[in-house]
């Protein structure tokens, strides 16, 4: 039997991110505390992979180790999408973790790593390789979110965050079991063309999809299997939240993608009947328990759960559009969840976290600069024109709209409006509100000018959407090919 040497040019970026993330593994204990060196050669790392990401860019579809590994568009726009947003991650989260004494090697090796399964899950296109990359992005947020160990809030976080964590990976791994079971292939290529053609009974087929969406409704955060969230937020360094609010969410559009979109779009009328029930709960519940929150973090948990259910009405439209969509959403959810936990790490300082929503009283008269940036931020989360969040919610319901989902669509719609209280909230405490501290707001030059590019991103996006939204199209459109 003779071996084969794979093809390891599409998968240059994670060999090179590997590689790195081992070479500060192995040479931190002698650096003697210079996490300065650390920090640049982790910068260095994601600078590296998107270089290679776009010198190996081709307009084609690629698979490569026995067709568990896929470079494509779409994935080369994830993973840009995700250097960029670890990178602004770290920039943010400098500051923070040194008054904290979080500011350690083991961090950037985790997130690297992270990184890394995150890059896998985009690529994937095998089950094996998809739980995989899974599996190295869940256990690195773990160790993350009790990274600060002699806080109890955090230790409870990650311990709530490991258990139901493992329970999603379980119920996913066991559907794709009976997906394997009934198609008789791990491929999702080979998978989509036995469910296509009838191949496997369709009773088992139908009850591993019940799994699959189970545990990507565990990953995406989505109601009923959101009860994690709120608290690990909560309970994980701002930092950690910043990063787990960011990245991973473009994880997860990946996997539904691969999995829903990719290898199980001939069961579409089964699955989209589970995610309406997934979309309307999240929504629902999101907008109107953040209403309630005091907690700046537990008030964006909750927002994250309620984009969660736009990002499934993307998903629920069974198309192209509706798949481009969801990915145009994400992309603009992950820039604006990223400037909105900045600002919190911004007011932050040694001794005191800025995470009540009370803590932005007044800032307009501390900064107005900074008001201003989160001003943008607010209102595009809320969806106002003429800012991306705005664009992103349309895109979502014109393409739930035009798959027939009218109902669901007005019912987004009602509860948009409703959700925008909180946002608004956070606009009159900043504008209208006597500040209770007038303590100086201190950022370093890159945090400072990173903040100003965050929320001008989100209305210049806002103001010229059709750059952005044919990206999607043409990343979709040619990674996906559906009958």
Known sequence: MNFVIPNFSPAQP???????????????????????????LTQFTLVGAAWLTATTFEPSVTHTFS?????????????????????????????????RGLYRDEFFVLVLFATLGIMVMISASHFISLYLGLELLSLSLYALVAMQRDSTQATEAAMKYFVLGAIASALLLYGMS??????????LGKVAAAVQHGIGGNTVLVFG??????????????????????????GAPTAVTLFISTAPKIAAFAIVI????????????????????????????????????????????????????????????????????AMFYILVYALMSLGAFGMILLLSREGFEADTINDFKGLNQRSPWYAFMMLLLML????????????????????????????VVVFAVVLSVVGAFYYLRIIKLMY????????????????????????LSVLLIGLLPNALLSICDVSVQQSLMLP
């Not at 568990?68 to 973790?97: C, G, H, P, Q």
């Not at 009976?178 to 491929?187: D, N, Q, R």
């Not at 989360?381 to 014109?398: C, E, H, T």
Request: aromatic share 10%.
């Open 258 to 325: 691969r999995l829903l979109a990719e290898g199980l779009h001939g069961l579409v009328a089964d699955w989209q009947g589970m995610l309406i029930i997934l979309t309307v709960a999240s929504i629902a519940l999101g907008n109107i328990v953040a209403i309630a929150q005091a907690n700046i973090k537990r008030m964006l948990a909750y927002s994250a759960i309620s984009h969660a259910g736009f990002l499934l009405l993307g998903i629920l439209a069974g198309s192209l559009n509706g798949y481009s969509s």
């Open 67 to 99: 067709n568990m590994f896929v470079d494509d568009v779409m994935s080369d726009v994830l993973k840009m999408a995700t250097y960029i947003t670890v990178s602004a991650t770290l920039v943010y989260s400098r500051e923070y973790l040194m008054l």
């Open 432 to 455: 209208f509100d006597a500040p209770e501290s007038h303590a100086p707001i201190t950022a370093g030059p890159d945090t400072a000018l990173l903040i100003s590019i965050n929320g």
């Open 380 to 407: 595009s989360m809320a969806g106002i024109p003429p800012l991306a969040g705005f664009y992103a919610k349309l895109a979502v319901l014109q393409a739930a709209f035009q798959a027939g989902f009218v109902k």
């Open 178 to 187: 009976m997906l394997y079971g009934a198609t008789g292939s791990l491929e």
């Open 209 to 234: 999809l019940v799994f699959i969406v189970v545990g990507l409704g565990f990953k995406l955060g989505a109601v009923p299997f959101h009860m994690w969230i709120p608290d690990v937020y909560h």
């Open 14 to 40: 994670e060999i090179f991110v590997l590689v790195l993330a081992l070479a500060i593994l192995a040479i931190s204990p002698f650096l003697k505390k210079d996490h300065i060196f650390t920090y640049a």
